[in-house]
């Protein structure tokens, strides 16, 4: 009976000490509180929040357009804002869905120093994170280019109108390939393939839209 007892306390120790080892090792093997894998790399939230900016511009230039103007050229830019809008609530969402915030701190620190170009034009620097958004990506037009569209009026509203749409999608065909060059996969990527072949699509309409106004793009 004794024996039984002794045999039974040496197994309950045993028992024990496992329990106290486990325990002891379970921060190395186990984390007490495992990181989720994040929604977003730093990439796709940089380029999420960068697009969202330069799609909100698109949307400024539209509502600068002179609704008088040619039929054609006002359906064009009804369509852009449509698809730009879409675009810019699947990207918030995103943003959301990883709890990152819709805008960034720092613009364009998603492409490092690289510089890229978009076809047509010589190579664009987007290096710094200290500037403001519209000098450092790519297409985008200045407060007095935006001032100049509001005040302007029929067919001078209609060139200056696709003049900076023309230059403000290549700015986008330029992020959205650096994008796809530095995403291995995902919706992200996705997006930005996606990005590249209608903005082209509609960068070669507009192109042929200057050129029936006897326009030319902007340098």
Known sequence: ????????????????ILLVIGAA???????????????????EIGFAQDMTAH????LFLVQRLDPGVDP????????????????IGTMLGWLRLAGASPMSDRPMAWMHTETTAAPGHSGMSMTTASTPAATTMPGMASQAQLDALAAARGHDAAVLFLQLMYRHHLGGITMARAADRALNSGAVKEQ????ITAQSQEAGIIALMLQQLGAEPLP
């Open 55 to 58: 799609h909100e511009q698109a």
């Open 25 to 43: 090792l379970r921060p190395v093997i186990l984390p007490e509180h495992p990181r989720p894998t994040p929604i977003l790399n730093a990439a």
């Open 72 to 87: 054609t050229v006002l359906r064009l830019a009804q369509q852009i804002d449509q698809s730009q809008r879409v675009e």
């Open 192 to 195: 930005a393939r996606a990005m």
């Open 1 to 16: 009976m004794g024996g039984r007892a002794y045999r039974i306390a040496a197994y309950a120790a045993t028992a024990l």
